[in-house]
């Protein structure tokens, strides 16, 4: 378990936080009561690993989120070849494969104030070791669900990615600069 | 009665504007006197924070000004700002009221809206229209239960209203259903109810039928609305072009289709809230800018002018169409709305076993009906209505209206004891003395519903 970082990252210059929007690839992945060798044989024939511990996320090239019992992201990811797989792989079992591209986006939130800017805003315990590198979950920012992830887009431990609804990502993104005054962001 | 907290609980001394600073020194010395012991052994209550008074905003953090509740921003919210339109907050979201010209007042521009669709077309952003899709072997035998009318005999390709009731018989949502194929439908909700009727379609799946093979899939904020209509909204959809014949024949009123409008894949659903032709046109949020555009484009020189919320509202109201949570409370049952049919269904139904209490079955129930003003009379939103005669107690409510630019007269919906049974008796509106209404149909506009069938 890393230490928090304490000087700043070098893209992030003077600013102990930055707080970026993009856009992702997301699909999500629902599976009707999926068993163990549901996850096991799409491990295989889609060549990564399946998330089945809850709020546990796997990141080989392509990520996968553990959100529900019945239910995953998979962020990055060509999708017409994923949805074919994942078809053949689960044949009759029902499942529902959704793009949600349009509907979400990403906020990165890093540097060396990123954790205890998402504390002021977020109840739940960022820290390692109770939130690491293959932690995911979902819960409420600033009164907005969403989805956190750590980020290792920097290299560094102090990032976090958040999935938001697109439609609110541009208010929350204005209440994280807001909490981030404190930490001397401009 | 001898302690003190006693008597804070009993009394709620200690509580209030001085949190107990005068008044709990008065309590003391009350009770030490009736129980005859000095004020030290009375003792003082258990203090508790604050102690001092305490700003709001120390409580309130971030939660003031533009952060203090999250609001939703639509995917043509730039378009929209570009071309005059006044946004308000609808449900958390931020959507055009109405597009003001100069000089223009709100209500010219209302008006202005309404009689755009009526004679020409019009174009509402309907984006947040919730959207869930409902797949799987049982989603047919799930939403049968679900919805107050049946969905299963949906045939692939066709549209259906529905009403949804909680386990009261109570109306909680309305909206339209899309059979996309025979094991995948699209659940429409109203734009307040998206993100709590698929929290409550998973929760049913979830603790109660863990035996229907259905999932659960919210997409409502993935996807525009463009919403086209009026007499002049299919040659709108031919001049921006089409890949979907759009003939009355080839693309009748309550069924969808799927293709292409103005070179951008779409699904177009023909259902109306406004009684004229009308396509909502269902795009992916990064093509919606795009698309509209190309319909105000091209549907300009046609007489297409941009509606907002407030004329949408207006022509609903001309229609008589429900709109749940104005026409509804938190006591009304479809019967109460003119949906008795649902009785004759043979399958169990969520508020189904409710609808048959005897309290359901009163004939004197609050039932939706229409109001027709006698000699002028105003209808404002709101007013109690009474029988006339002695009689001074309410029989009723008014629960939408306004001035229609359609029929240059007030029109209005209310909510009166055994209405349905009551059409053509007057009322007397109670708060503006002396004027009257006659109880009429619920649509006051083209009550046989030809124009949105065209």
Same mark, same amino acid.
């Given at each position: 378990?890393?230490?928090?970082?304490?000087?700043?990252?070098?893209?992030?210059?003077?600013?102990?936080?930055?707080?970026?929007?993009?856009?992702?690839?997301?699909?999500?992945?629902?599976?009707?009561?999926?068993?163990?060798?549901?996850?096991?044989?799409?491990?295989?024939?889609?060549?990564?690993?399946?998330?089945?511990?809850?709020?546990?996320?796997?990141?080989?090239?392509?990520?996968?989120?553990?959100?529900?019992?019945?239910?995953?992201?998979?962020?990055?990811?060509?999708?017409?070849?994923?949805?074919?797989?994942?078809?053949?792989?689960?044949?009759?079992?029902?499942?529902?494969?959704?793009?949600?591209?349009?509907?979400?986006?990403?906020?990165?939130?890093?540097?060396?104030?990123?954790?205890?800017?998402?504390?002021?805003?977020?109840?739940?315990?960022?820290?390692?070791?109770?939130?690491?590198?293959?932690?995911?979950?979902?819960?409420?920012?600033?009164?907005?669900?969403?989805?956190?992830?750590?980020?290792?887009?920097?290299?560094?431990?102090?990032?976090?990615?958040?999935?938001?609804?697109?439609?609110?990502?541009?208010?929350?993104?204005?209440?994280?600069?807001?909490?981030?005054?404190?930490?001397?962001?401009? | 009665?001898?302690?003190?907290?006693?008597?804070?609980?009993?009394?709620?001394?200690?509580?209030?504007?001085?949190?107990?600073?005068?008044?709990?020194?008065?309590?003391?010395?009350?009770?030490?006197?009736?129980?005859?012991?000095?004020?030290?052994?009375?003792?003082?209550?258990?203090?508790?924070?604050?102690?001092?008074?305490?700003?709001?905003?120390?409580?309130?953090?971030?939660?003031?000004?533009?952060?203090?509740?999250?609001?939703?921003?639509?995917?043509?919210?730039?378009?929209?700002?570009?071309?005059?339109?006044?946004?308000?907050?609808?449900?958390?979201?931020?959507?055009?009221?109405?597009?003001?010209?100069?000089?223009?007042?709100?209500?010219?521009?209302?008006?202005?809206?309404?009689?755009?669709?009526?004679?020409?077309?019009?174009?509402?952003?309907?984006?947040? *229209? $919730?959207? @869930?899709?409902?797949? /799987?072997?049982? +989603?047919?035998?799930?939403? #049968?239960?679900?919805?107050?009318? =049946?969905? %299963?005999?949906?045939?692939?390709?066709?549209?259906?209203?529905?009403?949804?009731?909680?386990? *009261? $018989?109570? @109306?909680?949502?309305? /909206?339209?259903? +899309?059979?996309?194929?025979? #094991?995948?439908?699209?659940?429409? =909700?109203? %734009?307040?109810?998206?993100?709590?009727?698929?929290?409550?379609?998973?929760?049913?799946?979830?603790?109660?039928?863990?035996?229907?093979?259905?999932?659960? +899939?919210?997409?409502?904020?993935?996807?525009?609305?463009?919403?086209?209509?009026?007499?002049?909204?299919?040659?709108?959809?031919?001049?921006?072009?089409?890949?979907?014949?759009?003939?009355?024949?080839?693309?009748?009123?309550?069924?969808?289709?799927?293709?292409?409008?103005?070179?951008?894949?779409?699904?177009?659903?023909?259902?109306?809230?406004?009684?004229?032709?009308?396509?909502?046109?269902?795009?992916?949020?990064?093509?919606?800018?795009?698309?509209?555009?190309?319909?105000?484009?091209?549907?300009?020189?046609?007489?297409?002018?941009?509606?907002?919320?407030?004329?949408?509202?207006?022509?609903?109201?001309?229609?008589?169409?429900?709109?749940?949570?104005?026409?509804?409370?938190?006591?009304?049952?479809?019967?109460?709305?003119?949906?008795?049919?649902?009785?004759?269904?043979?399958?169990?139904?969520?508020?189904?076993?409710?609808?048959?209490?005897?309290?359901?079955?009163?004939?004197?129930?609050?039932?939706?009906?229409?109001?027709?003003?006698?000699?002028?009379?105003?209808?404002?939103?709101?007013?109690?209505?009474?029988?006339?005669?002695?009689?001074?107690?309410?029989?009723?409510?008014?629960?939408?209206?306004?001035?229609?630019?359609?029929?240059?007269?007030?029109?209005?919906?209310?909510?009166?004891?055994?209405?349905?049974?009551?059409?053509?008796?007057?009322?007397?509106?109670?708060?503006?003395?002396?004027?009257?209404?006659?109880?009429?149909?619920?649509?006051?506009?083209?009550?046989?519903?030809?124009?949105?069938?065209?």
């Amino acid at each position: 378990v890393a230490d928090r970082p304490v000087a700043p990252h070098p893209s992030a210059g003077s600013r102990p936080v930055q707080i970026t929007l993009m856009r992702i690839d997301l699909l999500v992945v629902r599976i009707w009561r999926p068993t163990d060798a549901h996850a096991a044989e799409i491990s295989r024939t889609l060549g990564l690993r399946w998330p089945t511990t809850p709020n546990t996320r796997t990141c080989d090239d392509i990520r996968v989120l553990w959100l529900g019992p019945e239910e995953w992201a998979v962020v990055g990811t060509p999708h017409g070849v994923l949805v074919a797989q994942l078809a053949e792989v689960l044949n009759d079992r029902p499942h529902h494969v959704a793009d949600l591209a349009d509907g979400r986006c990403a906020i990165e939130v890093h540097g060396p104030a990123a954790r205890d800017l998402l504390s002021k805003v977020c109840s739940l315990d960022l820290d390692s070791p109770a939130f690491g590198a293959h932690s995911c979950a979902q819960t409420l920012l600033a009164q907005v669900a969403v989805c956190i992830e750590q980020t290792a887009l920097h290299g560094d431990e102090g990032g976090f990615l958040i999935h938001v609804d697109s439609s609110v990502s541009s208010w929350l993104m204005a209440a994280l600069e807001e909490a981030a005054t404190e930490f001397g962001a401009p | 009665m001898v302690s003190i907290e006693h008597l804070k609980r009993y009394t709620t001394l200690g509580m209030a504007t001085d949190q107990g600073k005068t008044s709990s020194v008065n309590g003391v010395l009350a009770l030490a006197g009736l129980t005859g012991r000095p004020p030290a052994d009375v003792g003082t209550i258990r203090t508790r924070f604050p102690y001092t008074p305490v700003a709001l905003g120390v409580f309130a953090g971030q939660r003031r000004g533009a952060l203090y509740a999250p609001t939703r921003k639509l995917p043509l919210c730039r378009w929209h700002l570009a071309h005059g339109a006044v946004l308000d907050d609808y449900g958390g979201w931020q959507r055009p009221a109405r597009y003001r010209r100069a000089a223009e007042s709100d209500s010219d521009a209302e008006r202005r809206e309404v009689l755009a669709v009526r004679r020409a077309a019009g174009l509402f952003d309907g984006s947040p *229209l $919730g959207k @869930i899709e409902v797949a /799987g072997p049982d +989603a047919a035998t799930f939403l #049968d239960r679900v919805y107050a009318n =049946t969905m %299963s005999t949906l045939p692939v390709g066709r549209l259906r209203y529905g009403l949804m009731l909680n386990e *009261l $018989g109570v @109306i909680i949502d309305d /909206g339209v259903v +899309a059979r996309l194929a025979a #094991d995948k439908f699209l659940v429409g =909700t109203t %734009s307040g109810g998206a993100t709590r009727i698929a929290t409550m379609l998973s929760e049913w799946l979830q603790c109660e039928w863990t035996d229907l093979r259905v999932l659960v +899939a919210p997409l409502t904020t993935c996807f525009a609305v463009p919403t086209l209509t009026g007499p002049r909204a299919r040659a709108v959809l031919e001049a921006v072009g089409t890949d979907i014949p759009v003939t009355a024949d080839a693309f009748p009123h309550m069924t969808f289709r799927v293709g292409k409008v103005a070179g951008i894949d779409v699904r177009v659903s023909r259902v109306s809230f406004t009684g004229e032709i009308s396509y909502e046109i269902t795009v992916p949020n990064s093509s919606a800018e795009q698309l509209w555009s190309a319909l105000t484009a091209k549907g300009t020189p046609l007489g297409l002018e941009p509606v907002g919320i407030e004329a949408w509202m207006m022509l609903r109201l001309e229609k008589g169409y429900l709109h749940v949570g104005s026409d509804t409370d938190g006591t009304t049952s479809p019967d109460d709305v003119g949906w008795s049919q649902i009785h004759n269904r043979n399958v169990d139904f969520i508020g189904r076993r409710s609808l048959l209490r005897p309290e359901n079955r009163r004939a004197d129930r609050h039932q939706l009906v229409g109001l027709t003003p006698v000699n002028g009379a105003r209808l404002p939103i709101g007013a109690q209505l009474r029988a006339p005669g002695r009689d001074q107690s309410s029989i009723g409510y008014i629960t939408s209206s306004g001035i229609s630019p359609t029929l240059d007269r007030w029109v209005a919906l209310a909510m009166v004891k055994g209405g349905l049974k009551r059409l053509g008796e007057q009322v007397e509106i109670a708060s503006t003395s002396a004027t009257f209404a006659t109880i009429a149909p619920a649509c006051a506009y083209e009550p046989t519903g030809e124009r949105l069938r065209g």
